[in-house]
């Protein structure tokens, strides 16, 4: 199992492009959530789906627009890219059930100039 | 008050030593528990997991859970210099969506 894979691992855009990063996992988990990193900033939530054909904000939702395409993928669009978006973003997804552990996928590198 | 407060170090400890991270939360009806180990440059991998009070034991990690002081800790046995790296603390608060909160983590340096 390759667990929560993400493309693309780089990405560099200038102000006002669009883009979209693509996240999909084969662990069968009904849940998925994408983050972003900032430096002092912790992990924080963008937005989350709790299942298939759901989804919600999280803390910082502003620039973004997601879409759980099916139960494995779900992705992440900035429709105009601005410096402040330059961070790395994780797609994570959760077991389900009793546990509400969440596995991160290996994170995309975004640098808006 | 942050969420969850971690100390954001570093803190260095010898090899061979214990390392001990704790974090604290302020929401109260917290559930569970979570510790991610984070290389430079890697994602966020989960080392530990806890929901109930007391300790919770996998080989060299031990995770503590005190909701009544609002405090969980991980200790690190015989640490090795592998172990640095930044820990994170996370939980799933009150919300719905089974959302995790996390510390902004504390960077361990285990030195030889």
């Known amino acids: 199992n390759a667990g929560v894979t993400q493309t693309p691992k780089f990405q560099v855009l200038k102000t006002g492009q669009s883009m979209t990063l693509q996240c999909a996992q084969d662990m069968n988990h009904n849940s998925m959530y994408w983050y972003r990193q900032d430096p002092g900033m912790g992990l924080r939530l963008i937005y989350y789906?709790?299942?298939?054909?759901?989804?919600d904000k999280g803390e910082v939702p502003n620039g973004y627009n997601v879409s759980r395409l099916n139960k494995r993928e779900f992705s992440l669009r900035l429709e105009s890219a601005a410096p402040s978006q330059t961070s790395v973003y994780f797609c994570a997804s959760r077991s389900g059930g009793a546990g509400n552990e969440q596995f991160f996928g290996p994170g995309t590198r975004l640098t808006v100039l | 008050q942050k969420e969850v407060e971690q100390n954001s170090g570093p803190l260095s400890v010898p090899e061979g030593a214990i390392a001990s991270l704790n974090c604290t939360y302020s929401d109260r009806g917290s559930q569970s528990f979570f510790w991610y180990r984070q290389y430079s440059g890697k994602s966020p991998e989960l080392i530990m997991s806890i929901y109930s009070n007391g300790d919770k034991e996998d080989g060299r990690f031990t995770a503590q859970l005190n909701k009544a002081s609002q405090y969980v800790s991980l200790l690190i046995r015989d640490s090795q210099p592998s172990d640095s790296a930044t820990y994170l603390c996370?939980?799933?608060?009150?919300?719905?969506?089974?959302?995790?909160?996390f510390g902004t983590g504390t960077q361990l340096k285990v030195e030889l």
């Open positions: 996370a939980l799933q608060g009150t919300g719905g969506g089974n959302k995790l909160t």
């Open positions: 789906s709790a299942s298939e054909g759901t989804t």
